[in-house]
């Protein structure tokens, strides 16, 4: 296995493009499981922790833009007043030691239709970078994931970084699973609210081929919503939501759970987020 360790972007990016086989690794939390229990055996590995600017964060106009080797303990101790949602499941990822290592890019890399770290973009409508010798693209995270752990990023393409409206709001984010920490996704859900737009961002984790969106039940929430007025949210309107959710989920039945049980369980954690994510607001409970 050849190792590759580029010193600056540039570097990496012109590895990346004459060994577009080569398996990038920052944190290592994913790839090295897969090298130990001879899952994977790689032709080449990556070795990005020597390039700075993947360790970056900030302002791009609009948007704030976060390096793909950021690790999750950054994002909760630097970033949580930015990205609430996505620091609260950064909460929910692995161990301390694990969130001290693993990044987002990762997460993204992986494409895992379990990983934590994607209902929250989803919700919060991010942007992946994706940059090559042959330039860089920014794609919608809704178009990104194109089937289990698999996405639109070409093999000479490196992540750069993620990026996420700078907008006031609120973000929630739940998820079920046999424990608090260490364990996958039974299902998860996060959700953005835009009280100056009005508008409603959702993702679901681990009940699908791919994360999603409950795209009817967003459009139902923010067409039914007392926005002006912050009033208390009926029940009825709660439980409707939750249904939309749940019906918008493709789940299995699998080791960790039915695929009944996981439409079940993310109806139930719409309905949390919601009266979490409404209170945030100022919204009447």
Not at 173 to 179: D, H, L, P, W
Not at 230 to 245: E, H, I, K, S, W
Not at 251 to 265: E, L, N
């Amino acid at each position: 296995m050849e190792f590759l360790r580029p010193s600056d972007w540039a570097e990496a990016l012109a590895a990346k493009a004459a060994h577009p086989d080569a398996v990038p690794i920052a944190g290592g939390t994913d790839v090295m499981v897969d090298l130990n229990f001879d899952r994977s055996r790689p032709a080449a590995l990556l070795d990005l922790t020597r390039v700075p600017t993947l360790d970056d964060w900030g302002t791009d106009g609009d948007l704030l833009r976060i390096g793909a080797g950021v690790t999750y303990r950054r994002l909760i101790d630097e970033l949580a007043g930015r990205v609430p949602g996505l620091a609260l499941a950064s909460r929910t990822v692995g161990s301390p030691q694990i969130r001290n290592r693993a990044t987002v890019g990762g997460n993204l890399g992986s494409a895992s239709p379990a990983g934590d770290a994607h209902p929250a973009l989803l919700a919060a409508g991010a942007l992946v970078e994706l940059a090559s010798t042959r330039g860089t693209r920014r794609v919608p995270v809704t178009e990104y994931f194109v089937g289990p752990k698999r996405s639109v990023k070409t093999p000479d393409e490196l992540i750069a970084a993620f990026l996420v409206p700078a907008r006031p709001g609120a973000e929630q984010f739940a998820k079920v699973g046999t424990r608090n920490a260490m364990v996958i996704a039974v299902c998860s859900f996060a959700l953005s609210l835009d009280p100056e737009t009005h508008a409603v961002g959702t993702g679901i984790g681990s009940a699908g081929p791919t994360p999603l969106r409950a795209t009817e039940a967003a459009d139902f929430l923010a067409a039914e919503l007392p926005w002006e007025t912050r009033g208390p949210v009926p029940a009825a309107m709660a439980n409707r939501f939750g249904d939309l959710v749940g019906a918008a989920a493709r789940p299995i039945d699998d080791v960790r759970g039915s695929a009944d049980y996981r439409r079940h369980a993310l109806a139930v954690l719409a309905r949390r987020t919601l009266a979490w994510a409404w209170t945030d607001l100022g919204g009447a409970a």
